[in-house]
């Protein structure tokens, strides 16, 4: 009889914890929930049943972990999971989310839990892509502040992506503001100073029902953030590219140079199959010579030689990439020659070091490279001397490790 009450009660008790922790947004880990059954299975046993020793063992371990884990969810942190973190979606709190009105303007925009949309079947953005996003990160300093990474660039380029495809967009100060709330709200997600960033993805998409190729009537603006680490498998340590020949990821006078989602869908075959060769990524030619460098399938490339470095120019068919611009500053302040011009695939055999660029890859050094067969080796099997004082120089100013004389950082508390 005693066991049954004792049964009910437990099972009843239990539940409630379950829920209270599905409440919290599951911030309590399963694990904590096996504790605390134990806990309440001490807590509700009779006495005779169990010993004054047994007792010991049979709560103490599991209270010791609970009070750790109650711990980690209070300071917000958890050290564990911030050192596995790769370039994957973990889920947080809150998103932000904005219609535009049927004049094209974006007003009442608001924070919600972090979870599914609702989109017209018909939708432009899934019908035909209509549809841009924007990538850019926030840093946790050692004193606690956070940091953002040039975030009115992200704005002025989703404006002008915007515009190429006909949408109306947010304006820098609706954008801005949208950031900060979504960055903010999610503050407990920022993983801790020099283990990586929080990832802020805002989407800007036709959601207004279409069914001949038209401009949708109504646009939805939205943010997810998401902790992040290193993009490619390989962390820090240099990339392995091949250089692609039948597929291409732009054209001119097509939409290469902004930040449109059919872009990366059109890379994925070339990618997989260079990833099935081993390879960590595919380096795009251009698409009427077959000759000149353009892109990585996630980042802009850069090629070192002596004093000069060289980046494929921003024609059309090169996005306008945040990092990209803010290393040929970096560069040309440390009295490196840069250049913005058609770099030829023949040069990577002359090459002393090739490094990519991107929000997400940050400075990512090349190992190698493949073309026609040959295979083209970079930094003595590390990370060259050049590709490393840039990754220095950007990373530093991003985390607040320097005094940011760009004015490149903005402050959110
Ligand atoms: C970024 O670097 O932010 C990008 O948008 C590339 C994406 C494929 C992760």
Redesign the pocket.
Known sequence: MARSVMLSKLCSSYGAFLAASSSLGSRISFSSSYKVLFLYTWYLWPTELCGESSQFFFVAFPFLFLVKDMQSMLQQESSGDWDSLG?GLVETDFMYFMRSSSDGTFSKGELLPFGPIQLNPSSAVLNYGQGL?????AYRKEDGSILLFRPEENALRMIAGAERICMPAPTVEQFLDAVKQTVLANKRWIPPAGKGSL?I?PLLVGSGPVLSLVPASEYIFLIYVAPVGN?FKEGLAPINLIVEEGYHRATPGGTGGI?TIGN?ASVLKAQKIAKEKGYSDVLYLDSVHKKYLEEV???NVFVVKGNAISTPATKGTILP?I?RKSIIDVATSKGYQVEERLVSVEELLEADEVFCT????VVSPVGSITYLGKRMEYGNNGVGVVSQELYSSLTSLQMGLVPDNMGWTMQLQ
């Not at 996003?133 to 990160?137: A, N, Q, T, V």
């Not at 991107?358 to 890859?361: C, E, F, I, Y």
Request: proline share 0%; glycine share 16%.
């Open positions: 370039f996003f924007e990538g850019l990160k990832y993805r993009y930040k990366y399938s996630s980042c990439g990092t991107g929000t997400a890859v």
